[in-house]
C-alpha cells in the first residue's frame, strides 16, 4: 500500500498536491516490475517536498556536489535489487522508499516554457523521481529510454501528453 507524506511551502500555490503526487506515484510504480508495492501489506511511503529554488540548491549541492538548483532531486532510501527482500521483511509493516523534492522556481519556469500547467509539470517530475527511487536512471541512453518510455505510458494514463514530443516550427 503506497502513502504520500507530502509538505509544501511558499512559494508553491495552494493545490491539492498530496492527491496529484499519490496518482503520479501509483501510476510510475504500476509500469514497473515493482507494481506489487501498491498492493502488499506493508505501507510503503514517498515523501514528497515542494520547496523553494534556494532550498533544492543547498541539497544538490550538499549531497551531488552541484552548486545550482535543479527540478526534482530524488533520495532513495532502499537500494532497488533489495526491495522486495525489504519489503516482504519489514519489521514494523513500513518501508520509506525515499524522498523525492520539487523546486519551485525551476518547476514554474519550465512549465511556463512548455505551455503547460505547474500540475502538469509537477506531475510528470513526480513520476520521474519516483522512477529514480526504485532504480532507473537516465545516465546511459539505453537507460534513459527505458525509463522515458515508462514515464510516458505513466502519464498517458493520467492523460498527459508525452513531454518528450519536441514541437519542431
Known sequence: MLEIALSSEAPWPEHDWEA????????????????ELLTIPAAVEISVRLTSDDEVQTLNKQYRHKDKPT?????????????????????????????????????????????????????????????H???????DDREGEAMEAIEIDALAA??????????ED
Not at 20 to 32: C, S
Not at 133 to 139: A, C, E, P
Not at 158 to 167: F, R, T, V, W
Open 158 to 167: 493520467l492523460g498527459i501528453a508525452d513531454p518528450y514530443m519536441i514541437d
Open 71 to 131: 527540478n526534482v532531486l530524488s533520495f532513495p532510501m532502499v537500494q532497488p535489487d533489495l526491495l522486495e527482500t525489504v519489503t516482504a521483511n519489514s519489521d514494523d509493516g513500513e518501508v520509506l522508499l525515499g524522498d523525492i523534492v520539487l523546486a519551485h522556481g525551476i518547476c514554474a519556469a519550465e512549465a511556463a516554457e512548455r505551455g503547460i500547467s505547474l500540475e502538469t509539470h509537477a506531475t510528470h517530475l513526480i513520476v520521474h523521481g519516483t522512477l
Open 20 to 35: 496529484l503526487a499519490d496518482r503520479a506515484a501509483k501510476a510510475a510504480i504500476d509500469r514497473t516490475p515493482h507494481g
Open 133 to 139: 527511487l526504485l532504480g532507473y536512471d537516465h545516465i
